[in-house]
């Protein structure tokens, strides 16, 4: 199947200071990558859609200045975390579209998640 | 707007059993529906998916699910549960032509007792 890897699978940082995350589609092209955010024992929140060489889409309620992202090619997106707090310390999961002309194929595969604890 | 319910926040089931998790959703039309499974401090593992076609999918370490149009259901089955299948199961339904864009249920935890 196809793999999605994260970078770095844990943070620990400062509050005030700022970390990015990488994500990567290991073995195919993604166009359009997901970020989610999973706080514990909950689900899966939607924060953002992350397309190649176009602006992010950002789910509502999210600070598009705060959680700035970059898919800067076709296997790697970056969601970096301005400024982080306390409150921002979470689960973070991203997922890479394998879309392969559509149909049976439009699948999102999710890398392994990065958890972030700002101090 | 799609959404998914998953009614059982947890279910705990013998070794040996078979299993049964719940998943309905609500969609205009016949949605992309999924099921993944997520370990703890882990992403998520693509189960199986349901497109269009056949209604029963088969899907990795002997899963299926049943598409139920009728019913507006996507329930995943196993018939004999292996204690490594304790996880948190998620069943989540896609937009078709709206980018694939999921939308999670709460999930379900399973607990199985050896």
Known sequence: GAVVSQHPSRVICKSGTSVKIECRSLD??????????????????????SNEG???????????DKFLINHASL???????TSAHPEDSSFYICSARDYGGGGSTDTQYFGPGTRLTVL | ?????????????????????????SYGATPYLFWYVQSPGQGLQLLLKYFSGDTLVQGIKGFEAEFKRSQSS??????????????EYFCAVGAPGGGNKLTFGTGTQLKVEL
């Open chain 1, 28 to 49: 195919f092209q993604a166009t359009t990558m997901f970020w989610y955010r999973q706080f514990p024992k909950q689900s899966l929140m939607l924060m953002a859609t």
């Open chain 2, 74 to 87: 996507f329930n995943l089955r196993k018939p004999s549960v292996h204690w490594s299948d304790a996880a």
């Open chain 1, 54 to 64: 176009s602006k992010a889409t950002y789910e509502q309620g999210v600070e598009k």
């Open chain 1, 75 to 81: 296997t790697l997106s970056t969601l970096t975390v």
């Open chain 2, 1 to 25: 707007a799609q959404s998914v319910t998953q009614p059982d926040i947890h279910i705990t089931v013998s070794e040996g059993a078979s299993l049964e998790l719940r998943c309905n959703y």
